[in-house]
C-alpha cells in the first residue's frame, strides 16, 4: 500500500522534518496539496506538540487527521480516533483502512470489535473514557485524534470529551472541530497536564468564502432565484420534520429541476423499492429535483438522497439541521428557515456554534469558487414588506395597511440577530463534567490508589469549585451506596498508610460501553419460566421476555406519544359511553399513558436489584410495548406506522425495531430460548431487513468489515435487493401466522368492512365474510383472541414449491375448533412485495 511504503523506518527518520516530507509527499500522490493551515497543523503534530485545530468547514481536517495517525504509526505507536456517532465511526474506520489497510486499523463500538489490537482504532467517545477510566496511565494509547470536540459541552455527553484529556497525561492530543471558541483555558490545562506544548492553529479563513444574504422574499421566490443563478444546490434548514416536508410540497410547484435532471434521475431510481407511505411521497418530490433529509427517514431514503445529491441531481433538499453533524451531502448554499429552534425546554434563538455549524456546509471545495449563506425573514416580515411594496407611494393605501403581527409564541429575531450571529465567535466551551456509578466503578477496578484518583477526577477537572463540590458529595453519596451493597470494601493498608478500596466483583469486559441494563435483563429473564404450569409460568412467554428486553432500550419517543393518543382516544369513547362528564374525563386522561406489560413486575425487581448493583441506578428502566404491540396486533411495519401515525418517524421506529432484534439476538441466553421465542425473533429480524436493511447491514459490517464490499456499496445508487422473504421459512410463517389472526381479531369485533379491505381484491368481500361468520355465531357464542388463539397449533400449513395452502383454525369458548379461515399463499409474490401474501378462499366449518 502507498501510504505504508512511505512510513520512515529507521530512528533517523523520526526526525519531524522527515516525518512531514514523508507525509507530503504521499498527499502529493494523492493529488492533493496541503493548506498553509494544515501545513502547520501537520509541524506541530510530527514535533509532539498537542494541537487545537479550529479551522471552517472546508479546510481539511481530515487530512490532518491522517497525518497524525501517520506520525504515530511511523513511530510504532498506538493512535485512536473518536467522533460522536457510530457512523462517523463506521466512515472514518473504512477510510483509513483504506488509507493504512485493514491489518492496521481496528474499531470499538460497543456492539462489537474489530481487531481491536490494532495501532489506529476508531471508536465513540464513550468508549475511549471509558477505558481511560478503567486503565488511567496505563491505557495504550499514545496519540488521540477526537473530532467534532465542541461535544465537550453538550450537558448529557461532554464527560467523555473531558475525561480523556484529565487521566491520560501520556497522550498527544488533538482536538478538532470547525466551531471550537476561545480555547486558550483548556489548551493551558492540556499543555499542564501532558508536559506538551498546546498549538492553537485558529482563524483560518475558509478556501471556499461565504457570502451572507437576509431575504424578504416569498421562500419559493428565494430558491427560484437562487436556482436561476447557479447557485444550486440549496439546502433548506428547518427545525422540525414536520416543516421539512411541507417546504419540499410546497415546492413541487415551482420550476427546481430540467427536463434532462428528471429523466436522469427516473433512470437511476427506477428500480428503487419506495415501500412506505412516507416513501412514495419522497417519490414523487425526487423526480422532480426536490430532495428531504432528516433523521425520522429510512436510512435507504437519506442515502438515496445524499447520493442523488452528489449527482448534481437534487437541486433542492429540504431538511433539519442535523446537516451540522456532518452530513456529506454537496451543497452550494444554505438557507435557514428561522433562527429558532425548540431545545427539548422551550423555543430560543440558535446560538453562535449552531449558527456556524450549519453555514459552515455551504461552498463545496474542489466545486465552488464561494459558498451562499441566506437566511429569511421571518413569514409575517416578508407578508408586510410585500404589502408595503403593493401600497407603493399612495399614502392612503398605506395608511390602510393592516400590519401582520408576529405568531402568538413567537421568540423574536430578524436581520439584526442575523448579522450578529455572522460576526459573533462561538460560544466559549463550558465543562459538562459528571460522576456516576459506573464511572466511579471503573476507576475503583483499576487498581492502586482509588481515593486518588477519584480525588483527582473531582478536584483537578474543569469545573468551577461550587460545582467540583457538588460532583465530590455525589461521589461520595454513590460511595456508600457501593459498599453498603458490598460491591467494593474498604481496609487500611498498614504498608502504603492508607486506605485499599477494592471490588469485591469482576467487571465484565464491556462494563458500561453497551447496553448497561443488560445485566439487569439477564437477571430478570429467569423470574420466567416458559412452562405455564409452573408457579413462575406464563401463556405468554416469548412476550413477556420481549417486554423485559424492551425495558432495557432506550424510549421511541414518536412511537409512545402515538400510542398515548390512541389509548386516550379509546378511553374518551369509553368513557362517553358510560356517561362521564367532560372535566372528569378530563381528569381521568391524565393517567392514561402507553401501555406497559409487565411495569409492577419490572420496577419490584429494578429496586431489589439496586440494592445489590447501585450502579444500575445511573439508568432508567423504560417499561413499554412496541415491538410486542406490532406482533400481538399482527401489523406489518406499514400497518404499524399507518395505525400511529408516525410517517415522518418511519426511521426512528426501524432504529428501535433493528435494536430490539439485535438486544435479542445478543442478550437473551440461548438456552432461555424456546420454539416461539426464535420464533418472534427470527420474525421480527426478517421484518427490519425486508424494510430496510440498511441497519442490519451496517451492524454485520461492522462484525465483518469487507472494504471491496463497502465500497460497492458506497457507490452504488440502489441498495442491494433484500434477500427472498420466503428464504427464512421460520420467519415467513410468522408472517403468514400474523396476515390470517389479524384477520381472526377483525372477525371477532365483526368488523367485515375491514376484512372486505383485506380481501375484496382476492375475490372474498366483505358480504362474504359477513355470511360466513353468520354461520359461525349460529354455533358459537363468540371468537377468542387470546395467547391460545395465535398458537401454532391452530395453524395447519402445507407447503409447495409455489404457494402454502394454510388453514387458520378458530379458537372456540366450547374448544371444538371446528371452524376456521382457508387461504393460499403466493410464495413468489411475496418475495416480490417483501410481505406474505394470503388469498382467503373460504370461511367454513372443517
Same mark, same amino acid.
Given at each position: 500500500?502507498?501510504?505504508?511504503?512511505?512510513?520512515?523506518? @529507521?530512528?533517523?527518520?523520526?526526525?519531524?522534518?522527515?516525518?512531514?516530507?514523508?507525509?507530503?509527499?504521499?498527499?502529493?500522490?494523492?493529488?492533493?496539496?496541503?493548506?498553509?493551515?494544515?501545513?502547520?497543523?501537520?509541524?506541530?503534530?510530527?514535533?509532539?506538540?498537542?494541537?487545537?485545530?479550529?479551522?471552517?468547514?472546508?479546510?481539511?481536517?481530515?487530512?490532518?487527521?491522517?497525518? $497524525?495517525?501517520?506520525?504515530?504509526?511511523?513511530?510504532?505507536?498506538?493512535?485512536?480516533?473518536?467522533?460522536?456517532?457510530?457512523?462517523?465511526? &463506521?466512515?472514518?474506520?473504512?477510510?483509513?483502512?483504506?488509507?493504512?489497510?485493514?491489518?492496521?486499523?481496528?474499531?470499538?463500538?460497543?456492539?462489537?470489535?474489530? =481487531?481491536?489490537?490494532?495501532?489506529?482504532?476508531?471508536?465513540?467517545?464513550?468508549?475511549?473514557?471509558?477505558?481511560?477510566?478503567? =486503565?488511567?496511565?496505563?491505557?495504550?494509547?499514545?496519540?488521540?485524534?477526537?473530532?467534532?470536540?465542541?461535544?465537550?459541552? *453538550?450537558?448529557?455527553?461532554?464527560?467523555?470529551?473531558?475525561?480523556?484529556?484529565?487521566?491520560?497525561?501520556?497522550?498527544?492530543? !488533538?482536538? %478538532?472541530?470547525? @466551531?471550537?471558541?476561545?480555547?486558550?483555558?483548556?489548551?493551558?490545562?492540556? &499543555?499542564?497536564?501532558?508536559?506538551?506544548?498546546?498549538?492553537?492553529?485558529?482563524?483560518?479563513?475558509?478556501?471556499?468564502?461565504?457570502?451572507?444574504?437576509?431575504?424578504?422574499?416569498? #421562500?419559493?421566490?428565494?430558491?427560484?432565484?437562487?436556482?436561476?443563478?447557479?447557485?444550486?444546490?440549496?439546502?433548506?434548514?428547518?427545525?422540525?420534520?414536520?416543516?421539512?416536508?411541507?417546504? $419540499?410540497?410546497?415546492?413541487?410547484?415551482?420550476?427546481?429541476? @430540467?427536463?434532462?435532471?428528471?429523466?436522469?434521475?427516473?433512470?437511476?431510481?427506477?428500480?428503487?423499492?419506495?415501500?412506505?407511505?412516507?416513501?412514495?411521497?419522497? &417519490?414523487?418530490?425526487?423526480?422532480?429535483? !426536490?430532495?428531504?433529509?432528516?433523521?425520522?427517514?429510512?436510512?435507504?431514503?437519506?442515502?438515496?438522497?445524499?447520493?442523488?445529491?452528489?449527482?448534481?441531481?437534487?437541486?433542492?433538499?429540504?431538511?433539519?439541521?442535523?446537516?451540522? #453533524?456532518?452530513?456529506?451531502?454537496?451543497?452550494?448554499?444554505?438557507?435557514?428557515?428561522?433562527?429558532?429552534?425548540?431545545?427539548?425546554?422551550?423555543?430560543?434563538?440558535?446560538?453562535?456554534?449552531?449558527?456556524?455549524?450549519?453555514?459552515?456546509?455551504?461552498?463545496?471545495?474542489?466545486?465552488?469558487?464561494?459558498?451562499?449563506?441566506?437566511?429569511?425573514?421571518?413569514?409575517?416580515?416578508?407578508? =408586510?414588506?410585500?404589502?408595503?411594496?403593493?401600497?407603493?407611494?399612495?399614502?392612503?393605501?398605506?395608511?390602510?395597511?393592516?400590519?401582520?403581527?408576529?405568531?402568538?409564541?413567537?421568540?423574536?429575531?430578524?436581520?439584526?440577530?442575523?448579522?450578529?450571529? #455572522?460576526?459573533?465567535?462561538?460560544?466559549?466551551?463550558?465543562?459538562?463534567?459528571? %460522576?456516576?456509578?459506573?464511572?466511579?466503578?471503573?476507576?475503583?477496578?483499576?487498581?492502586?490508589?482509588?481515593?486518588?484518583?477519584?480525588?483527582?477526577?473531582?478536584?483537578? =477537572?474543569?469545573?468551577?469549585?461550587?460545582?467540583?463540590?457538588?460532583?465530590?458529595?455525589?461521589?461520595?453519596?454513590?460511595?456508600?451506596?457501593?459498599?453498603?451493597?458490598?460491591? #467494593?470494601?474498604?481496609?487500611?493498608?498498614?504498608?502504603?498508610?492508607?486506605? *485499599?478500596?477494592?471490588?469485591?466483583?469482576?467487571?465484565?469486559?464491556?462494563?458500561?460501553?453497551?447496553? /448497561?441494563?443488560?445485566?439487569?435483563?439477564?437477571?430478570?429473564?429467569?423470574?420466567?419460566?416458559?412452562?405455564? @404450569?409452573?408457579?413462575?409460568?406464563?401463556?405468554?412467554?416469548?412476550?413477556? %421476555?420481549?417486554?423485559?428486553?424492551?425495558?432495557?432500550?432506550?424510549?421511541?419517543?414518536?412511537?409512545?406519544?402515538?400510542?398515548?393518543?390512541?389509548?386516550?382516544?379509546?378511553?374518551?369513547?369509553?368513557?362517553?359511553?358510560?356517561?362521564?362528564?367532560?372535566?372528569?374525563?378530563?381528569?381521568?386522561?391524565?393517567?392514561?399513558?402507553?401501555?406497559?406489560?409487565?411495569?409492577?413486575?419490572?420496577?419490584?425487581?429494578?429496586?431489589?436489584?439496586?440494592?445489590?448493583?447501585?450502579?444500575?441506578?445511573?439508568?432508567?428502566?423504560?417499561?413499554?410495548?412496541?415491538?410486542?404491540?406490532?406482533?400481538?396486533?399482527?401489523?406489518?411495519?406499514?400497518?404499524?406506522?399507518?395505525?400511529?401515525?408516525?410517517?415522518?418517524?418511519?426511521?426512528?421506529?426501524?432504529?428501535?425495531?433493528?435494536?430490539?432484534?439485535?438486544?435479542?439476538?445478543?442478550?437473551?441466553?440461548?438456552?432461555?430460548?424456546?420454539?416461539?421465542?426464535?420464533?418472534?425473533?427470527?420474525?421480527?429480524?426478517?421484518?427490519?431487513?425486508?424494510?430496510?436493511?440498511?441497519?442490519?447491514?451496517?451492524?454485520?459490517?461492522?462484525?465483518?468489515?469487507?472494504?471491496?464490499?463497502?465500497?460497492?456499496?458506497?457507490? $452504488?445508487?440502489? /441498495?442491494?435487493?433484500?434477500?427472498?422473504?420466503?428464504?427464512?421459512?421460520?420467519?415467513?410463517?410468522?408472517?403468514?401466522?400474523?396476515?390470517?389472526?389479524?384477520?381472526?381479531?377483525?372477525?371477532?369485533?365483526?368488523?367485515?368492512? $375491514?376484512?372486505?379491505?383485506?380481501?375484496?381484491?382476492?375475490?372474498?368481500?366483505?358480504?362474504?365474510?359477513?355470511?360466513?361468520?353468520?354461520?359461525?355465531?349460529?354455533?358459537?357464542?363468540?371468537?377468542?383472541?387470546?395467547?391460545?388463539?395465535?398458537?401454532?397449533?391452530?395453524?395447519?400449513?402445507?407447503?409447495?414449491?409455489?404457494?402454502?395452502?394454510?388453514?387458520?383454525?378458530?379458537?372456540?369458548?366450547?374448544?371444538?375448533?371446528?371452524?376456521?379461515?382457508?387461504?393460499?399463499?403466493?410464495?413468489?409474490?411475496?418475495?416480490?412485495?417483501?410481505?406474505?401474501?394470503?388469498?382467503?378462499?373460504?370461511?367454513?366449518?372443517?
Amino acid at each position: 500500500m502507498a501510504t505504508l511504503e512511505r512510513l520512515p523506518h @529507521t530512528d533517523h527518520d523520526h526526525d519531524p522534518d522527515v516525518l512531514f516530507e514523508a507525509f507530503e509527499a504521499w498527499a502529493t500522490a494523492q493529488g492533493l496539496r496541503l493548506y498553509p493551515a494544515q501545513e502547520e497543523a501537520v509541524i506541530e503534530i510530527v514535533s509532539g506538540a498537542n494541537l487545537i485545530l479550529s479551522t471552517p468547514t472546508g479546510t481539511g481536517k481530515s487530512l490532518v487527521a491522517v497525518g $497524525a495517525h501517520f506520525a504515530a504509526l511511523s513511530a510504532g505507536k498506538r493512535s485512536f480516533y473518536t467522533a460522536p456517532i457510530k457512523a462517523l465511526v &463506521s466512515e472514518k474506520f473504512f477510510a483509513l483502512v483504506e488509507i493504512f489497510g485493514a491489518a492496521n486499523v481496528g474499531m470499538m463500538t460497543g456492539d462489537s470489535s474489530v =481487531n481491536a489490537d490494532a495501532p489506529i482504532i476508531c471508536c465513540t467517545a464513550e468508549i475511549l473514557a471509558n477505558l481511560a477510566l478503567r =486503565n488511567g496511565e496505563d491505557t495504550e494509547v499514545d496519540l488521540v485524534v477526537m473530532d467534532e470536540f465542541h461535544f465537550y459541552a *453538550d450537558p448529557d455527553r461532554g464527560w467523555a470529551w473531558q475525561v480523556p484529556l484529565l487521566t491520560l497525561p501520556r497522550v498527544q492530543f !488533538i482536538l %478538532m472541530s470547525a @466551531t471550537l471558541g476561545d480555547v486558550k483555558s483548556i489548551a493551558d490545562d492540556l &499543555s499542564r497536564r501532558t508536559g506538551r506544548e498546546t498549538a492553537l492553529v485558529t482563524g483560518v479563513e475558509r478556501p471556499v468564502p461565504l457570502h451572507y444574504f437576509y431575504e424578504t422574499t416569498p #421562500v419559493h421566490e428565494t430558491v427560484e432565484d437562487l436556482i436561476k443563478t447557479g447557485q444550486a444546490p440549496v439546502y433548506i434548514v428547518h427545525f422540525a420534520q414536520a416543516a421539512a416536508l411541507e417546504r $419540499a410540497q410546497a415546492l413541487a410547484s415551482a420550476k427546481v429541476a @430540467t427536463r434532462e435532471q428528471r429523466d436522469a434521475i427516473a433512470e437511476l431510481i427506477g428500480g428503487f423499492r419506495f415501500t412506505t407511505s412516507f416513501g412514495k411521497t419522497l &417519490s414523487r418530490l425526487i423526480r422532480m429535483g !426536490i430532495g428531504v433529509h432528516h433523521a425520522g427517514m429510512l436510512p435507504k431514503y437519506r442515502r438515496l438522497v445524499e447520493q442523488l445529491a452528489q449527482r448534481g441531481l437534487l437541486r433542492v433538499i429540504c431538511g433539519t439541521d442535523t446537516l451540522g #453533524v456532518g452530513i456529506n451531502v454537496p451543497i452550494r448554499t444554505v438557507l435557514f428557515t428561522a433562527l429558532t429552534k425548540y431545545d427539548g425546554v422551550k423555543m430560543r434563538q440558535i446560538n453562535a456554534r449552531e449558527f456556524h455549524q450549519i453555514a459552515g456546509r455551504a461552498g463545496r471545495a474542489g466545486y465552488d469558487t464561494a459558498g451562499t449563506v441566506v437566511i429569511q425573514a421571518p413569514d409575517h416580515e416578508t407578508e =408586510n414588506l410585500k404589502a408595503i411594496e403593493k401600497a407603493g407611494d399612495d399614502p392612503k393605501k398605506k395608511r390602510k395597511i393592516i400590519r401582520k403581527k408576529a405568531p402568538e409564541g413567537f421568540v423574536s429575531w430578524g436581520e439584526p440577530s442575523f448579522r450578529r450571529l #455572522v460576526d459573533a465567535e462561538p460560544e466559549t466551551l463550558h465543562s459538562s463534567m459528571q %460522576m456516576t456509578a459506573a464511572m466511579l466503578i471503573n476507576v475503583i477496578g483499576r487498581g492502586g490508589d482509588a481515593f486518588a484518583h477519584v480525588h483527582a477526577l473531582v478536584f483537578d =477537572n474543569h469545573e468551577p469549585w461550587k460545582r467540583q463540590l457538588v460532583l465530590a458529595r455525589r461521589a461520595l453519596g454513590i460511595y456508600k451506596t457501593l459498599r453498603s451493597a458490598g460491591i #467494593v470494601e474498604q481496609r487500611f493498608d498498614t504498608l502504603n498508610d492508607r486506605y *485499599d478500596i477494592r471490588l469485591t466483583v469482576d467487571l465484565q469486559a464491556n462494563f458500561a460501553l453497551n447496553q /448497561p441494563l443488560s445485566p439487569f435483563a439477564l437477571a430478570a429473564f429467569e423470574l420466567l419460566d416458559p412452562d405455564p @404450569t409452573k408457579e413462575t409460568g406464563t401463556g405468554n412467554y416469548a412476550l413477556d %421476555m420481549i417486554s423485559i428486553l424492551e425495558s432495557t432500550l432506550d424510549n421511541p419517543r414518536p412511537v409512545l406519544m402515538g400510542q398515548q393518543f390512541a389509548a386516550r382516544g379509546d378511553a374518551v369513547n369509553a368513557m362517553k359511553r358510560e356517561g362521564i362528564e367532560y372535566d372528569e374525563r378530563m381528569a381521568l386522561l391524565e393517567e392514561i399513558t402507553y401501555p406497559k406489560p409487565l411495569e409492577e413486575l419490572l420496577t419490584y425487581t429494578f429496586d431489589t436489584y439496586k440494592q445489590s448493583q447501585p450502579w444500575i441506578a445511573d439508568f432508567e428502566l423504560r417499561p413499554k410495548t412496541v415491538v410486542r404491540d406490532m406482533y400481538e396486533r399482527a401489523m406489518s411495519f406499514g400497518e404499524f406506522i399507518a395505525f400511529y401515525k408516525l410517517a415522518r418517524s418511519e426511521g426512528v421506529v426501524l432504529r428501535y425495531l433493528s435494536d430490539a432484534y439485535r438486544a435479542a439476538r445478543q442478550t437473551i441466553p440461548d438456552e432461555a430460548k424456546t420454539e416461539d421465542l426464535l420464533d418472534l425473533i427470527e420474525w421480527l429480524g426478517e421484518l427490519v431487513r425486508q424494510v430496510d436493511s440498511s441497519l442490519l447491514d451496517e451492524w454485520e459490517e461492522l462484525i465483518h468489515p469487507d472494504l471491496a464490499e463497502h465500497e460497492a456499496g458506497a457507490k $452504488a445508487i440502489l /441498495p442491494p435487493a433484500p434477500r427472498r422473504l420466503t428464504t427464512n421459512t421460520r420467519a415467513f410463517r410468522i408472517l403468514v401466522r400474523n396476515e390470517l389472526f389479524r384477520r381472526v381479531q377483525l372477525a371477532a369485533l365483526e368488523n367485515y368492512e $375491514a376484512l372486505g379491505e383485506l380481501d375484496r381484491v382476492h375475490g372474498f368481500s366483505d358480504e362474504h365474510w359477513g355470511a360466513a361468520m353468520d354461520g359461525y355465531y349460529a354455533e358459537h357464542d363468540e371468537l377468542l383472541t387470546g395467547g391460545n388463539a395465535r398458537s401454532s397449533e391452530l395453524l395447519m400449513i402445507e407447503e409447495t414449491k409455489t404457494a402454502w395452502i394454510v388453514r387458520q383454525i378458530f379458537d372456540d369458548p366450547a374448544g371444538d375448533h371446528d371452524w376456521g379461515i382457508s387461504a393460499e399463499v403466493d410464495l413468489a409474490e411475496s418475495d416480490d412485495l417483501g410481505e406474505a401474501v394470503v388469498r382467503v378462499t373460504g370461511v367454513n366449518r372443517l
